[in-house]
């Protein structure tokens, strides 16, 4: 996880990390938008994708729920929809309990990870800007058991960090990443600490290797969506 929040560019510090508190949650709805292009298009467009085969009353799972942006767009979007939000940090769920506002009366907030999620079925789920800071090994797993809780057919939809991990071309991204989110330059010693940060602490994997892992954990029609600077984004079915 990502904690250094003054960092500009810094990788947005994710809901995966339960020593995500205090000061850092408070500055958390700042990064997002700053450090994501097209942030509120990609909440949008999520939404569209999932409303492709979701009812009108359908369940939703969110994994990475903590801060409650996703939430608050994906509940306005449709009225009728209930949420499990998942997240290991007590007060990023809190922060998000704050965001979603009136639409927290349909949505569980679960604290941990997706192990204490609800068995479900669910009809759609949803992780955004959280699988890079979930290391390589665990995903597997993570990805099988979201699977297994949809129903057959429903989309997933994800969105996170991923360029060639191939050199020079990791470092390329990482520096053009780190330049997008500090568009005036500002401090080189903490971009230089943003840099460090990124090469150490995520776990970023080349677009056809998410493509690939995805497959293997049981998912089909794999499509990519959204493709944004260092980001990118995939609908798949179960």
């Known amino acids: 996880m990502m904690r250094d929040h003054d960092s500009p560019g810094l990788p947005t510090p994710h809901k995966t990390a339960s020593a995500f508190t205090g000061d850092a949650v408070k500055s958390y709805l700042e990064g997002p938008p700053r450090q994501v292009p097209g942030l509120s298009s990609l909440h949008r467009m999520a939404t569209m994708l999932m409303a492709e085969r979701t009812p009108d009353n359908g369940r939703v799972l969110v994994l990475g729920a903590g801060g409650g942006l996703e939430l608050k767009a ?6 009728g929809w209930t949420f499990d939000g998942i997240d290991p940090s007590a007060d990023m769920l809190q922060l998000a309990r704050q965001v979603a506002g009136e639409h927290s009366s349909r949505i569980g907030f679960h604290q941990g ?9 669910f009809d759609t789920a949803v992780c955004l800007l959280t699988f890079h800071h979930i290391p390589v090994e665990q995903r597997p797993e993570i990805l099988q058991q979201i699977r297994r809780r949809l129903k057959a057919g429903a989309p997933f939809v994800v969105a ?43 776990h970023i994997l080349a677009p056809e290797d998410e493509e690939a892992m995805l497959r293997a ?4 029609d794999v499509s990519l969506f ?8 995939w609908v798949a079915c179960a």
């Open 113 to 121: 990870g997706i192990d204490i999620a609800p068995e479900g079925p």
């Open 160 to 202: 996170h960090m991923s360029f060639p991990q191939d050199e020079p071309g990791r470092s390329m991204w990482i520096d053009r990443h780190i330049a997008y989110g500090a568009p005036d330059g500002g401090d080189p010693s903490r971009q230089e600490n943003a840099r460090t940060a990124m090469r150490e602490r995520l």
């Open 217 to 220: 954990a049981g998912f089909s």
């Open 74 to 79: 994906f509940a306005e979007a449709h009225a």
């Open 226 to 233: 959204y493709a944004a600077f260092s980001f990118r984004g």
